[in-house]
């Protein structure tokens, strides 16, 4: 019997098979896993995952679900803490190993806890961009507005290469090419190496850039919705830019004009 047998899946609870490992950078990387039959889940939801540690004893984080719900398996961009009990561990998964995952999505980045508008805004940082990989590969998000703004700032341009990689693909996509075609607008940037657009989100918001650089008009309450989702200090500091562009916060029982989540909890590494 070898380490995928079903032996191996009763020990686990709730485990899930890693079909895909992609690393990134020497902290960032991407896996997929078969899902559940039984999940349903929301664009922009995040669930529990996890190992066992050595004493059997599981070590389980929220992760947002990368992947859009109609994809048949499910994908996480994770970042790789030295010595963070589950990344330093879940950073050497291998095709084939088991994952726990709790099948109970959850989270305030839906579609479903912002009043109707023209244009929505996705702000990330870092591993932030994972709860917008589902959204960006939904067709209820081009459905819903006219045009998707997605901002993603990281300190160097390795930093950025899943979401530029994620972006292009989905103009070749069959399920929503068409759609995204002309609506997507992609704005990357960085604040600590040389690229063609620099700078924080909240810098280039405040100051118009994003805005003279795309060639649209500035934000508006009545036409622009956003979700926001960085760390601590990222989230308090675009939550005061929003609210300067008459933005309120909304949720999922009080739907308005933006949402925020955190991307993690903790000051960074
Ligand atoms: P922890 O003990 O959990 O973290 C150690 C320290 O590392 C933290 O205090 C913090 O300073 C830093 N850190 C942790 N996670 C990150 C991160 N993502 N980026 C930068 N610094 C970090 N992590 C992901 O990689 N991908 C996700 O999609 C994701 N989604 C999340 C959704 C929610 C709602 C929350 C609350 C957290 C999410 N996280 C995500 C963070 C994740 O839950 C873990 O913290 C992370 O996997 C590290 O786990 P750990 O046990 O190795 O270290
Ligand atoms: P900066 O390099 O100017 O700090 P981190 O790796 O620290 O989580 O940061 C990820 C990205 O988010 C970096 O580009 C960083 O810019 C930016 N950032 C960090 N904190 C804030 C904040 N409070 N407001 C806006 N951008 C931030």
């Known amino acids: 019997m070898n380490d995928a047998s079903p032996s191996t899946a009763r020990v686990l609870p709730d485990a899930q098979t890693v079909t895909e490992v992609t690393h990134w950078t020497d902290t960032l990387f991407s896996f997929r896993v078969t899902r559940p039959q039984s999940l349903r889940f929301r664009s922009g939801e995040f669930v529990m995952i996890g190992l066992l540690d050595e004493a059997g004893k599981p070590i389980q984080r929220a992760y947002s679900i990368a992947s859009p719900s109609w994809d048949e398996e499910l994908e996480f961009y994770s970042i790789k803490v030295q010595d963070g009990p589950l990344t330093s561990r879940l950073q050497h998964i291998k095709v084939g190993d088991q994952i726990i995952l709790r099948p109970k999505p959850v989270g305030t980045l839906v579609h479903d806890a912002l009043l109707p508008g023209k244009r929505i805004w996705f702000l990330a940082t870092g591993t932030g961009i994972a709860p ?121 029982s009080e739907p308005l004009e933006y949402v925020v989540e955190k991307a993690f909890v903790g000051d960074g590494v």
Do not use: W
């Not at 590969?137 to 994620?166: F, S």
């Not at 118009?208 to 934000?219: E, Y």
């Open 132 to 252: 917008f990989a589902s959204l960006m590969r939904d067709p209820e998000t081009y459905e819903k507005y006219d045009e998707v703004i997605m901002m993603h700032t990281c300190r160097q341009v390795a930093e950025l290469e899943y979401g530029r990689q994620l972006v292009e693909s989905l103009n070749d996509d069959p399920l929503i090419g068409e759609m995204v075609a002309g609506k997507l607008k992609y704005y990357p940037t960085t604040t600590r190496e040389e690229f063609h657009h620099m700078g924080r989100i909240t810098d280039n918001l405040t100051s118009g850039k994003v805005f003279a650089d795309l060639g649209i008009t500035p934000m508006d309450r009545e036409h622009d919705r956003a979700m926001v989702c960085g760390s601590l200090a990222f989230n308090l500091d675009v939550k005061a830019v929003l609210e300067g562009f008459g933005l309120r916060e909304g949720a999922n």
